[in-house]
């Protein structure tokens, strides 16, 4: 089986489908450092990265940011000293789609690369 992080990521649009739970429960064992929330009713993935000080947060918040915007799924970023914040949901369906959790694991390898 395909790792998460190399699978394809799929435009999300207006009407596409939330992640099932069962793909939740599939997908959630390869990005164990996230968690899943729900803000305002909207199931959302989020991950606070600890890094050593505000220059290696904000360039790790540039290799996400640049990540995110090649395949046209972005994220809420917040970067403070030593941390960066990332969360991701599919705005356009309001809750969780499967792109959501590839981006999840492509951001953890941002950390070995």
């Not at 793909?23 to 606070?48: A, H, N, S, V």
């Amino acid at each position: 089986m395909t790792q998460l992080k190399d699978r394809e990521c799929e435009a999300c649009c207006k009407g596409a489908p939330l992640a099932t739970q069962e793909e939740i429960d599939e997908m959630m064992p390869e990005i164990p450092d996230w968690e899943m929330i729900e803000d305002d009713g909207i199931k959302k993935l989020t991950r606070t990265y600890t890094l050593s000080n505000f220059a290696e947060a904000l360039a790790f918040t540039i290799k996400v940011g640049e990540l995110a915007d090649d395949v046209g799924h972005h994220p809420t970023l917040i970067t403070e000293w030593g941390r960066v914040q990332v969360i991701f949901f599919s705005k356009k369906i309001q809750g969780l789609h499967v792109t959501d959790f590839i981006m999840a694991a492509r951001t953890d390898s941002l950390l070995n690369s």
